[in-house]
Every structure is written in structure tokens, then in C-alpha cells.
């Protein structure tokens, strides 16, 4: 299964577009959803498109989710060879889904706070403007529960490892090319209290970026907060923070 849309709530469509702009991507014209009485924006990372979603009023799925939860991941959609016969693995396999045209929708209650969608024909993959999306980082409650769940969905996954410097476990999904990470507070620390200040879903999204320094002066020329990490993995690789107080989330590049 290949991820192909993910769709984040945000506060400011303008205030995202900037950031994108910023990255070096592409942002298609706005154009307004009346089924989610929201704005819409497209961003194509390649393979993977970006929905930015804003509600225009208080009215509507999106506004509600928004004042519950504040901005974050509304859903991911996935492309299968074969919607019907996905939906008849679902039901064998006890995970309650809906129709909605030709795509296949399961609850956020089920899938530890996200909703998940599938379909077939989904056409060819978008071509990055900018840099590619690496992965989502999907902040749960129980990574044992998220990691059952989601095998049973289908989806291959990795063990659960812990990392003793950020007191969390990590699990990866592999839904190529994207992939999908799986992160559950462990004792405490940062994501325990980023759990407790916004509660499941979307925690972070990954960009992969051949040249850092260009892409980290331009998203501080645009009015973004910046912050280092300290080099990681056997090859060192380097990674930069967008501060999630402009967004709702963190924005991760890895170089």
C-alpha cells in the first residue's frame, strides 16, 4: 500500500503555504470543500500529496475537529489494487469500515487517531516540487495496540524499539515510499507531554533535503523558528526543527 494523500487541519492557510513556499514546493490555488465547509490547498511532495484543510466558520467536521484538537492530522489515504476485496479482508479480519464513493474510510476510534482511507485508481503519483516526504510521525497512546491493529489493516510492521535519550518507542509502518512512525511515550519526557497537551495523531512531519543550509535560511527568512539536533544514525546524518507554535505541529528536515 502507498500512502498518496495526507490531509492536515490547520489555523492559517497562509501561514502553511508560507512554510511550503519556504521548502521549495508548489502550493495549488485554494479552492473551498463544501462537504467539510473548509479551504483547501494542495501540496505535491512526491509521491504523496499534502491537503491543507481550514474551516471558514465555526460549522462543519473540520471546524469541530479543530476547536476539540486543534491543527493536526485529519487523515492519510492509501492506494490498494483492490478497494472491494479490501473491504472484504476488513470484515473478515473485525475492522468496521464505510464506504464513501469509491473509497473505503475507517474510524479514527479504531485506528488510534487517524482516519484511514483506501482506494484503487488513484492515478499516478505526484512529482515533488520541492522536497520529498519522508515519513509522518503519528503519535499513539499503546504502540503494541497501534501495531496490532495496523497489521491486521494489513500493513507491514516493525517491532516497537525504545530510545532511552526521549524516554519513547518508535515503531515503524512501511508504506512505501512513505513510511508511517509509530510513537508512544514510554516513561515521560517530551512526548508524554506532547500527548498530554494535544493526544493522539499527527506529531511530525519528515522532509528529506539533499542541501540543509539553503532550505534552513529560507524558512528563517520567512519567519520560522529553527532548531538544530545533534548528528545521528552510523552516517551522522543532521536534522532540523520547525518550531510547531506557528503550525500546530513539528516539521522534521533531515539532510
Not at 497562509?14 to 479552492?31: K, M
Not at 473478515?92 to 464513493?101: D, K, L, M, Q
Not at 518507542?169 to 498530554?196: Q, Y
Not at 493526544?199 to 532550505?215: A, N, T
Amino acid at each position: 500500500m502507498q500512502l498518496r494523500n495526507l490531509t492536515i487541519v490547520v489555523r492559517d492557510l497562509d501561514i502553511a503555504t508560507r512554510l511550503f513556499n519556504a521548502l521549495g514546493h508548489d502550493v495549488a490555488s485554494q479552492r473551498w470543500s463544501a462537504s467539510w465547509k473548509a479551504m483547501s490547498r494542495e501540496v505535491a511532495c512526491g509521491p504523496a500529496t499534502i491537503h491543507l484543510l481550514s474551516p471558514t466558520s465555526g460549522e462543519g467536521a473540520v471546524a469541530r475537529r479543530l476547536a476539540r484538537r486543534g491543527p493536526g492530522l485529519h487523515s492519510l489515504l492509501f492506494d490498494v489494487a483492490d478497494a472491494v476485496g479490501f473491504a472484504s479482508m476488513l470484515r473478515e479480519r473485525g475492522v468496521e469500515s464505510a464506504p464513501n464513493g469509491d473509497q473505503l474510510w475507517v474510524d479514527p476510534r479504531q485506528t488510534h487517531g487517524a482516519l484511514l482511507g483506501f482506494a484503487s485508481d488513484l492515478g499516478d503519483p505526484a512529482t515533488a516540487s520541492g522536497p520529498r516526504l519522508g515519513h509522518v510521525g503519528w503519535l499513539v497512546r499503546d504502540i503494541d495496540e497501534a501495531r496490532e491493529f495496523l497489521s491486521r489493516v494489513g500493513f507491514p510492521t516493525h517491532p516497537a524499539t525504545l530510545d532511552d535519550e526521549v524516554d519513547a518507542l518508535f515503531a515503524r509502518i512501511d508504506t512505501v515510499p512513505v513510511a508511517v512512525l509509530l510513537i508512544s511515550p514510554a516513561f515521560g519526557g517530551p512526548f508524554a507531554r506532547d500527548l498530554e497537551a494535544r493526544g493522539v495523531g499527527l506529531h511530525h512531519i519528515q522532509f528529506e533535503v539533499p542541501q540543509l543550509e539553503p532550505v534552513v535560511q529560507s524558512l528563517r527568512q520567512a519567519g520560522f523558528e529553527m532548531t538544530p539536533s545533534a548528528p545521528t544514525g552510523p552516517v551522522g546524518r543532521r536534522r532540523w526543527f520547525v518550531s510547531p507554535k506557528d503550525l500546530g505541529f513539528l516539521v522534521e528536515l533531515v539532510g
